[in-house]
């Protein structure tokens, strides 16, 4: 058995499916680059028929990337795979991932269809797709809940048809590790040719099983992972690329070797959480704020004297450089070029001075500027391309006293103002900006997110608010939390649809 394991990243497909976090094409640009200097084999770059938007990032995204192969999904249709070969035709190497639900609940109630129809849909699409490209993925949606021995029936039939991939998704995260492995195993051991293709994992965690199910599938032959950074992903996310790439480093798991570059995770990671304005946990393992933290006396002292008795990873293993360059207000141009480069940001000198301007404006207001802090300037949408845009905001508040704001808004070169009291500071500069834009909005979600633990910390707002039956989501960063929230709430004005 082939002691390679292929990573396949789907960060830019199945974790962009989560609400609020979409990219633009720049942006998906520079997460791929990133993702090609992480050492992933596959980026899944976007489902081409679905809108203009992720036809297009495929495009551009093939154009980017030289070694990984680019992948499109499509469903079991025509021109679903007409429309991906057509996103696909400047990737030097190619693939094309269709699929369809073997479930029998899919089959039932999402069909209307039959068991036999279902695997002569299959091998069609299969069929379909190796007329354009080589590198054929077929997905089995709800391969999870299908039994094993149709399930096999479905596999063996489009291995025949010309599929190199074979994918066997838990889609709803129902599956025990047990469980899935057994699945995996059976495949294995019932398909004729499965020898002859890589057999992928694709995992949901929504209870909270996707990496021990990934895990199961590797043990029983399964030579592929489909992955996301920071396991992000529709519903409770994906199988997190971090943990799956560390798990293989530090067991050197069963001989399986990857091709990614762990010293770039940790860089990725905040990446891709400032550019879809998606918090890390602070506890998540391997990459959150916390996963090198010991506050326990005993484990203090214990690190101290020998940083194996309670680290069974070095934090240089994933990219976090304790000696990293510290930028302050008296940082130069070339220091803060340097420092987004090491964070996989490439910018021209008009972009740089833009974002050095603001990176010193932040520095001095702040001792020492993050590389959190670096992101967001460099991945926060332009203000000055808004049609609502905050001028001014002074807020008075304090014990024993109502809150009262005061806001002055840009509104396509219009300027208004207005005042309000509130209880508290946020609540009386949104009911402030409210009298200014007149709409029926409701808030229907408030997060604030500190990057670190200094009081002159960056704070992250993220926002959703209710317009007109539709939701809209918003992010604002600021040294001052009433000014992030007034920023998020802008920014989601600033995407309503009248």
Same mark, same amino acid.
Not at 24 to 49: H, M, S, W, Y
Not at 152 to 163: D, F, L, Q, S, Y
Not at 382 to 399: C, F, I, K, P
């Given at each position: 058995?082939?002691?390679?394991?292929?990573?396949?990243?789907?960060?830019?497909?199945?974790?962009?499916?989560?609400?609020?976090?979409?990219?633009?094409?720049?942006?998906?640009?520079?997460?791929?680059?990133?993702?090609?200097?992480?050492?992933?084999?596959?980026?899944?770059?976007?489902?081409?028929?679905?809108?203009?938007?992720?036809?297009?990032?495929?495009?551009?995204?093939?154009?980017? =990337?030289?070694?990984?192969?680019?992948?499109?999904?499509?469903?079991?249709?025509?021109?679903?795979?007409?429309?991906?070969?057509?996103?696909?035709?400047?990737?030097?190497?190619?693939?094309?991932?269709?699929?369809?639900?073997?479930?029998?609940?899919?089959?039932?109630?999402?069909?209307?269809?039959?068991?036999?129809e279902i695997i002569e849909r299959a091998v069609k699409a299969v069929k379909y797709a190796r007329r354009y490209v080589e590198d054929v993925e077929f997905y089995a949606e709800d391969a999870g809940r299908t039994d094993?021995?149709?399930?096999?029936?479905?596999?063996?039939?489009?291995?025949?048809?010309?599929?190199?991939? =074979?994918n066997i998704p838990d889609t709803t995260g129902y599956c025990l590790p047990e469980e899935y492995g057994r699945k995996i195993k059976y495949l294995m051991e019932h398909v004729d040719g499965i020898d002859k293709v890589?057999?992928?994992?694709?995992?949901?965690?929504?209870?909270?099983?996707?990496?021990?199910?990934?895990?199961?599938?590797?043990?029983?032959?399964?030579?592929?992972?489909?992955?996301?950074?920071?396991?992000?992903?529709?519903?409770?996310?994906?199988?997190?690329?971090?943990?799956?790439?560390?798990?293989?480093?530090?067991?050197? !798991?069963?001989?399986?070797?990857?091709?990614?570059?762990?010293?770039?995770?940790?860089?990725?990671?905040?990446?891709?959480?400032?550019?879809?304005?998606?918090?890390?946990?602070?506890?998540?393992?391997?990459?959150?704020?916390?996963?090198?933290?010991?506050?326990?006396?005993?484990?203090?002292?214990?690190?101290?004297?020998?940083?194996?008795?309670?680290?069974?990873?070095?934090?240089?293993?994933?990219?976090?450089?304790?000696?990293?360059?510290?930028?302050?207000?008296?940082?130069?141009?070339?220091?803060?070029? !340097?420092?987004?480069?090491?964070?996989?940001?490439?910018?021209?000198?008009?972009?740089?001075?833009?974002?050095?301007?603001?990176?010193?404006?932040?520095?001095?207001?702040?001792?020492?500027?993050?590389?959190?802090?670096?992101?967001?300037?460099?991945?926060?949408?332009?203000?000055?391309?808004?049609?609502?845009?905050?001028?001014?905001?002074?807020?008075?508040?304090?014990?024993?006293?109502?809150?009262?704001?005061?806001?002055?808004?840009?509104?396509?070169?219009?300027?208004?103002?207005?005042?309000?009291?509130?209880?508290?500071?946020?609540?009386?500069?949104?009911?402030?900006?409210?009298?200014?834009?007149?709409?029926?909005?409701?808030?229907?979600?408030?997060?604030?997110?500190?990057?670190?633990?200094?009081?002159?910390?960056?704070?992250?707002?993220?926002?959703?608010?209710?317009?007109?039956?539709?939701?809209?989501?918003?992010?604002?960063?600021?040294?001052?939390?009433?000014?992030?929230?007034?920023?998020?709430?802008?920014?989601?004005?600033?995407?309503?649809?009248?």
């Amino acid at each position: 058995m082939d002691d390679r394991l292929y990573v396949f990243d789907t960060t830019l497909r199945d974790g962009e499916q989560v609400p609020g976090c979409q990219l633009n094409t720049v942006e998906k640009i520079q997460v791929a680059r990133q993702l090609e200097q992480l050492g992933v084999d596959v980026i899944e770059a976007g489902f081409p028929v679905s809108s203009p938007g992720d036809f297009n990032s495929v495009i551009e995204i093939s154009k980017a =990337v030289t070694w990984p192969v680019v992948c499109a999904l499509t469903r079991a249709v025509e021109r679903d795979i007409d429309v991906a070969a057509e996103s696909l035709r400047h990737a030097k190497r190619k693939r094309i991932h269709t699929g369809i639900g073997t479930s029998d609940a899919h089959i039932r109630y999402k069909f209307n269809s039959t068991r036999e129809e279902i695997i002569e849909r299959a091998v069609k699409a299969v069929k379909y797709a190796r007329r354009y490209v080589e590198d054929v993925e077929f997905y089995a949606e709800d391969a999870g809940r299908t039994d094993n021995e149709y399930l096999a029936r479905v596999i063996e039939a489009v291995v025949k048809a010309g599929a190199t991939v =074979v994918n066997i998704p838990d889609t709803t995260g129902y599956c025990l590790p047990e469980e899935y492995g057994r699945k995996i195993k059976y495949l294995m051991e019932h398909v004729d040719g499965i020898d002859k293709v890589v057999v992928s994992t694709h995992c949901h965690n929504d209870l909270g099983l996707a990496t021990a199910n990934t895990l199961s599938g590797i043990m029983n032959g399964a030579r592929q992972v489909e992955v996301t950074i920071n396991g992000i992903g529709e519903r409770a996310g994906n199988t997190s690329l971090e943990e799956i790439a560390m798990i293989m480093k530090c067991h050197q !798991f069963k001989g399986i070797d990857t091709n990614i570059n762990t010293t770039k995770i940790y860089p990725t990671s905040r990446m891709v959480s400032s550019l879809m304005n998606m918090p890390v946990q602070p506890n998540k393992a391997v990459v959150g704020r916390n996963a090198f933290a010991h506050s326990s006396g005993i484990h203090q002292d214990g690190v101290l004297k020998n940083a194996q008795t309670y680290e069974i990873m070095s934090p240089h293993d994933i990219g976090l450089d304790d000696n990293s360059i510290v930028l302050t207000a008296r940082s130069g141009r070339a220091a803060l070029k !340097f420092r987004l480069e090491a964070l996989g940001v490439s910018v021209d000198e008009k972009k740089l001075d833009r974002l050095y301007q603001k990176f010193l404006a932040m520095a001095d207001r702040k001792k020492e500027v993050n590389d959190d802090d670096i992101l967001t300037l460099a991945g926060a949408n332009q203000a000055e391309s808004h049609a609502v845009r905050l001028d001014y905001l002074q807020v008075t508040t304090g014990m024993g006293v109502r809150s009262v704001a005061s806001i002055g808004l840009d509104i396509s070169g219009q300027k208004f103002e207005a005042a309000a009291t509130g209880n508290g500071p946020v609540d009386a500069a949104i009911k402030a900006l409210k009298k200014i834009i007149q709409k029926q909005m409701v808030m229907k979600e408030f997060t604030i997110q500190a990057i670190s633990k200094g009081s002159d910390d960056m704070g992250k707002v993220h926002m959703q608010v209710e317009y007109n039956g539709s939701l809209y989501y918003g992010f604002g960063a600021n040294t001052d939390i009433v000014t992030a929230s007034v920023e998020a709430y802008i920014d989601c004005i600033n995407k309503f649809r009248d």
